[in-house]
């Protein structure tokens, strides 16, 4: 199985929540998870070299070719982490997705390229946004949650503000993390059965 995180819009919690997926699998008990950065960034793989996860693999493969070449190695899980604004990779990518996650914020600006990124999924593909960094019980996001369900887009979770790695290769996943995300990879293997 092969979850592509991916967003038009960098910054809105793409290696945070592959990394978070990932280590929600093998806490589920996937073996081996297989965590691909796609980005040329290498947000993920920096991370994961100072803070390796056991049970998962990161492999690089920041091109559309190198990309769906390790997709197709996976075996048991895969994670993809996908780079902002590319859309040549992210439909390569998601052509062959069992499940798409789509992190956001909760915002104006953040729908535009959320509504972008849906659209260059495949009909039957199951997606569903992560409200990533999210100010529990603000306006903002109320307002948030009533739009995205207006547009009938699922939900697969909520994630707090301090949930993340935005401390870089500094900061160790939390447990409140991989919990939301465990939840979150609940609803992607619900859509994909």
Known sequence: MNIIVTSLKGGVGKSTSSIYLSAAAVELGYDPVTLIDADPQASSAE???????????????PSERTAIRAMGRVEGMGIVDTPPGNE???????????????????????????????????????????????????????????????????????????????????????RDGLEGYGAVLHQALRGWR
């Open 47 to 61: 991370w994961l070299e100072v803070w390796p996860l056991p049970g998962v693999t990161v492999v690089e493969a």
């Open 88 to 174: 040549r990779i992210t439909q390569a990518v998601v052509a062959l997705a069992d499940a798409v996650v789509i992190p956001t914020r909760a915002g104006g600006v953040e729908y535009s390229r959320v509504l972008a990124t849906l659209d260059l999924i495949p009909a039957g593909i199951p997606r569903g946004i992560v409200i990533c960094a999210a100010r529990l019980g603000t306006n903002d996001l109320e307002a948030a949650i009533v739009w995205w369900k207006e547009q009938k887009v699922e939900i697969w979770g909520v994630i707090p503000e301090r949930v993340g790695i935005a401390a870089g290769p500094e900061a160790r996943l939390s």
